[in-house]
């Protein structure tokens, strides 16, 4: 059974820093794109962020570029997202995703998902 396990969420100031880990299990996703997505209250599920089998390329939403670090570890089967000055609209339940279906959005595998509050 494949899973997708999201860890490292909480609650932090604004400016803040938080690092992101999902960690996958059941399979290898080493040859495969991986990605990260959220979603606030009374809102749609939204990209965050993307990065290729190897880590050679990576994709970025506008509104965390230049704030927002993806990369991965083939070797743990692990994917992470270093959040650093975060704002409190990046407040969201962030998702970790496996293995694209259909660029950009649609995955194959989702994890549950790990709350992020950017809170004074």
């Known amino acids: 059974q494949v899973q997708l396990v999201e860890s490292g969420g909480g609650l932090v100031q604004p400016g803040g820093s938080l690092r992101l880990s999902c960690a996958a299990s059941?399979?290898?996703?080493?040859?495969?794109?991986m990605g990260w997505f959220r979603q606030a209250p009374g809102k749609e599920r939204e990209f965050v962020a993307a990065i290729s089998w190897n880590g050679g390329n990576t994709y970025y939403a506008d509104s965390v570029k230049g704030r927002f670090t993806i990369s991965r570890v083939n070797a743990k089967n692990t994917v992470y997202l270093q959040m650093n000055s975060l704002k409190p609209e990046d407040t969201a339940v962030y998702y970790c995703a496996a293995e694209v279906r259909k660029w950009p959005n649609d995955y194959a595998y989702w994890g549950q998902g790990t709350q992020v509050t950017v809170s004074s």
């Open positions: 059941g399979r290898t996703f080493s040859s495969e794109a």
